[in-house]
């Protein structure tokens, strides 16, 4: 790779973080179903999310949002992450996935508080829509994974319906009742579990009413004014 070249890519990555952010989560979608399966890809899975970490925090630092909340998160949930894979305690991997969760959370409000704080609509703004969402996923997908560790037999699903949810299981719920489209296999059983759900489902047609309804009629009113200049 050339000077020029890796110039460029700096300069994109500086104008548009939220599109890397995007980029890597999707990826971790096609990855994931790879990575679950041995001990090798358990390990790259946890180096797959601290990296999905350390750009949550660039985004986070990109917008207007109080940094040391989001550092006071990701700094301990790393940690326990790897604390929990060398030593082999599970226990921690909970918390690990608790503080995620509330990572993801707390980026995903940036973004919003990001997108919402002018009247006219960049590119980065777009993709953040994008990363948004992805974010809002991850973290109820966190959710759901503390929520059947604290409660077992919280999710049940069409194949072994007595075992543990895993993680692509509970990722793709999470997706499918944040797009509202509802397809998934996978169902909550308990109370708590369908507490959750019921907030992701309203989260979701929040954040289409108010984030992406407020985008696209940003975008809309913003074209009259190019077809008369």
């Not at 700094?75 to 929990?84: C, D, E, G, H, N």
Request: aromatic share 12%.
């Amino acid at each position: 790779m050339t000077t020029w070249t890796r110039l460029r890519w700096m300069v994109t990555a500086r104008r548009h973080p939220c599109a890397f952010l995007l980029v890597v989560q999707l990826a971790g979608i096609l990855l994931y179903p790879v990575m679950e399966d041995t001990q090798a890809g358990r390990a790259l899975f946890g180096a797959f999310g601290i990296l999905v970490l350390a750009l949550a925090l660039w985004v986070v630092n990109r917008s207007a949002a109080v940094n040391w909340i989001a550092w006071s998160l990701a700094i301990p949930s790393v940690s326990l992450s790897i604390s929990a894979a060398l030593f082999d305690l599970p226990a921690l991997g909970i918390y690990a996935h608790l503080l995620e969760s509330g990572l993801y959370f707390y980026t995903a409000g940036s973004l919003i508080a990001y997108m919402l704080q002018d009247h006219s609509v960049s590119s980065d703004e777009l993709f953040a829509a994008g990363a948004t969402f992805t974010l809002l996923a991850w973290a109820f997908a966190f959710s759901f994974s503390v929520c059947q560790q604290w409660y077992p037999g919280s999710f049940t699903a069409a194949v072994d319906p007595q075992s543990p949810r895993s993680w692509m299981e509970l990722l793709f719920l999470s997706f499918s009742l944040l797009s509202g489209v509802g397809l998934s296999d996978v169902v909550p059983i308990l109370p708590q579990a369908r507490a959750l759900v019921m907030l992701e489902q309203f989260a979701g047609v929040m954040y289409i009413a108010v984030v992406v309804s407020r985008l696209i009629g940003l975008t809309v009113l913003k074209m009259p004014a190019r077809k008369v200049e």
